[in-house]
Structures are given as structure tokens and as C-alpha cells.
């Protein structure tokens, strides 16, 4: 069973850019899509970002795009999160998590691993 670890959330000042990361235990990290949740108080969780089980394919939230960027390195077992232009919206705990379903999965129900979660705060 791969297991998934996030590190790298933190405080930052609006504007500023943090970098995420999720390890991945286990040789079957490869055969998971992987995306990028977060959830703040009061509101459901949300897909943030999302990456095929190559590499090739990314989809973005709308509210993200053109400022977060998500990669993978499968010899490595980890996927990453850039975070850049950040603002107070988007603090939030952030999730990292894998499936293996063929189709876009965007649901928190379709994901089969998560990992605890990384604060990410950013301030005004």
C-alpha cells in the first residue's frame, strides 16, 4: 500500500510562493494520477491541481491557473506543487492524493490514498 507524506506548507506573505511536496512510499506510485486538494474552515475540500500517472496530462482549478504548476518524478516517487502569485484565499490545509481511475477525477470520493495534510497561511 503506497503511503503519501506532504511537506513544505508554512506562512507566507501575500504575493509570495511556497513549494509543496508529497513523497510516496511503496513501487506503485507510478500507476496513480495524482492531485493536489485543499480545504479551509467551513467550506469542502477541493481539487487544486491534478497530474496523469506519466506526467503529460494537468488540469488546474480555475481559481489557481496560471499560478500553482504541478509535476511528478516518478524515479523519485513525488509529486510537487508550485505555488506562486499566492493570496489569503488560498490558505487552506493542503491534501496530496492518488487514484487510479482511467477518467478526470475531481471528487475527494474518487481517490483511493491521501496524506495528512500541510498547513498552507497567507497573510495579507
Known amino acids: 500500500q503506497v503511503q503519501l507524506l506532504e511537506s513544505g506548507g508554512g506562512l507566507v506573505q501575500a504575493g509570495g510562493s511556497l513549494r509543496l511536496s508529497c513523497a510516496a512510499s511503496?513501487?506503485?506510485?507510478?500507476?496513480?494520477?495524482m492531485g493536489w486538494f485543499r480545504q479551509s474552515p467551513g467550506k469542502e475540500r477541493e481539487l487544486v491541481a491534478r497530474?496523469?500517472?506519466?506526467?503529460?496530462?494537468?488540469f488546474y482549478a480555475d481559481s489557481v491557473k496560471g499560478r500553482f504548476t504541478i509535476s511528478r518524478d516518478n524515479a523519485a516517487n513525488t509529486v510537487s506543487l508550485q505555488m506562486s502569485s499566492l493570496k489569503p484565499d488560498d490558505t487552506a490545509v493542503y491534501y496530496c492524493?492518488?487514484?487510479?481511475?482511467?477518467?478526470?477525477?475531481?471528487?475527494?470520493?474518487?481517490?483511493?490514498?491521501w496524506g495528512q495534510g500541510t498547513q498552507v497561511t497567507v497573510s495579507s
Open positions: 492524493a492518488g487514484d487510479r481511475g482511467a477518467l478526470l477525477a475531481t471528487k475527494p470520493s474518487e481517490y483511493e490514498l
Open positions: 497530474i496523469s500517472r506519466g506526467g503529460g496530462v494537468t
Open positions: 511503496g513501487q506503485t506510485f507510478s500507476t496513480y494520477a
